[in-house]
């Protein structure tokens, strides 16, 4: 009797074996795009061109709750970008801060794809391109929301690619990133941000400060505010140069044409540093009207607070509003010629409608700072030296599960592969160290 149940039970299990391995061979004959159709709330899978590194690469609309706490809202469609390696290797997983189209490009490659042999799934940010509800309301556009986006994409995702996991985005993307990695701090094994800001204020006094006094060299930020005094000399003679560019290209602001002109030149040192200018390019202080006007607006342009070219960003400035933070303007050294006196408010004043403006709450970055200093872990964070981003950067203190490296002479373009040889290195092994 015992050698008949013996031998049924075996019967059993080699039938089951065969069941299981059967099973397991159609697991793995099914295409990717078999796989992504199979997944929860896919909306629409489409194949595209993909860059020569992968094999295959689709857009994908995933179906995201407009409010996750309360789906009864309803729903829109999130703009996910999948490029497939293969399944034995780990996914790089980009937050955008802003829109995404251009990862559609085939020439998009993420940077530490090809350093960690990894897929590539890159999720757009709600509110953004193509990722927006029919209807916006505003209130619904909060970190807590995004990230809870972030998470539930990546867990579709993880029933495909089952090795470790790396969150990084750059600017804005790397500041999602962050608060992604604080809010659900399991879902990857490795963050590794570029140039992300942690703000704590709307209109943080850290960014003018280091401006004024920090960047660069002595002489350099003399020589870049000697250019913004000269223009400011010079208003009433530019001004026909500036109202005729405005026209051209029929620009629109919420706030008078002199008052714009004086924003943008104190826009004009913050971008100057952001994006790596050289003080070798500086005209002359006798340069002609045309020259420096030129010049001013070739680093500074007043498209920036265009009512027109700011659509596609307006949303950014919304959540720096209520949660994420800005950089504050200083336009007291100018005092003697500058127009505009005071400055404070200019977000709800240039890029805000009555219905875009909440209560500000530092809290998200707060946590994201207590968590780096505290629990945080396999956290790489890339600044650029000069970029005045860098004056909020965030920091893991003392905490040795956080790495920050700070590209000397650096903009806001500082990524690993235009480090310095020895950073780039340590960098790199950094990165080996954690996803072994």
């Known amino acids: 009797m015992f050698q008949?149940?013996?031998?049924?039970?075996?019967?059993?299990?080699?039938?089951?074996?065969?069941?299981?391995?059967?099973?397991?061979?159609?697991?793995?004959?099914?295409?990717?795009?078999?796989?992504?159709?199979?997944?929860?709330?896919?909306?629409?899978?489409?194949?595209?061109?993909?860059?020569?590194?992968?094999?295959?690469?689709?857009?994908?609309?995933?179906?995201?709750?407009?409010?996750?706490?309360?789906?009864?809202?309803?729903?829109?469609?999130?703009?996910?970008?999948?490029?497939?390696?293969?399944?034995?290797?780990?996914?790089?997983?980009?937050t955008e801060g802003y829109g995404g189209g251009y990862a559609a490009g085939k020439r998009y490659l993420d940077e530490l794809c090809p350093l960690l042999k990894a897929n590539q799934i890159f999720v757009e940010h709600r509110f953004f391109g193509k990722s927006v509800p029919d209807s916006m309301n505003w209130k619904d556009l909060t970190v807590e929301n995004a990230a809870a986006d972030q998470h539930y994409v990546l867990e579709l995702f993880k029933k495909i690619y089952v090795h470790k996991w790396v969150n990084t985005g750059i600017s804005k993307g790397g500041e999602t990133a962050l608060y992604h990695r604080m809010l659900y701090p399991n879902d990857v094994e490795v963050s590794v941000p570029f140039?992300?800001?942690?703000?704590?204020?709307?209109?943080?006094?850290r960014h003018p400060h280091f401006i004024d006094k920090e960047v660069g060299t002595k002489q350099e930020r003399k020589l870049v505010k000697a250019f913004q005094m000269e223009v400011l000399k010079r208003k009433d003679r530019l001004m026909p140069l500036f109202e005729q560019l405005c026209k051209e290209k029929n620009f629109h602001f919420k706030a008078p044409e002199r008052e714009i002109f004086d924003y943008s030149l104190m826009e004009f040192s913050f971008s100057f540093w952001q994006w790596g200018h050289s003080v070798k390019e500086i005209p002359a202080k006798s340069a002609s009207d045309k020259v420096l006007f030129d010049y001013f607006q070739k680093v500074s342009s007043c498209s920036y607070f265009d009512i027109e070219s700011g659509k596609?960003?307006?949303?950014?400035?919304?959540?720096?509003?209520?949660?994420?933070g800005y950089y504050a303007y200083n336009p007291r050294p100018f005092k003697k010629y500058i127009e505009t006196k005071n400055m404070d408010g200019y977000i709800d004043k240039l890029f805000l409608n009555k219905d875009q403006i909440f209560p500000y709450d530092p809290a998200m970055s707060l946590a994201t700072e207590k968590y780096l200093k505290t629990s945080a872990a396999k956290v790489l964070l890339i600044y650029g030296g000069i970029d005045p981003w860098s004056a909020s950067a965030a920091t893991g203190d003392k905490n040795p599960g956080v790495v920050v490296i700070f590209q000397p002479g650096g903009s806001h373009r500082s990524r690993i592969s235009n480090m310095p040889e020895p950073l780039k290195q340590k960098a790199i092994d950094t990165l080996n160290e954690w996803m072994k």
């Open 195 to 205: 140039v992300a800001p942690l703000n704590f204020s709307v209109e943080e006094q």
């Open 4 to 94: 008949s149940k013996l031998a049924n039970n075996l019967r059993r299990l080699a039938l089951l074996s065969v069941f299981l391995f059967l099973a397991l061979q159609s697991v793995i004959a099914q295409s990717l795009l078999e796989r992504i159709k199979a997944l929860p709330d896919i909306i629409s899978v489409e194949k595209m061109e993909q860059n020569p590194f992968f094999s295959e690469a689709f857009v994908v609309n995933v179906r995201q709750p407009i409010d996750h706490l309360n789906p009864s809202k309803g729903s829109f469609p999130q703009r996910v970008f999948v490029s497939h390696l293969s399944y034995d290797n780990p996914v790089v997983f980009i």
């Open 312 to 324: 596609a960003t307006a949303p950014f400035f919304v959540q720096a509003r209520r949660q994420l």
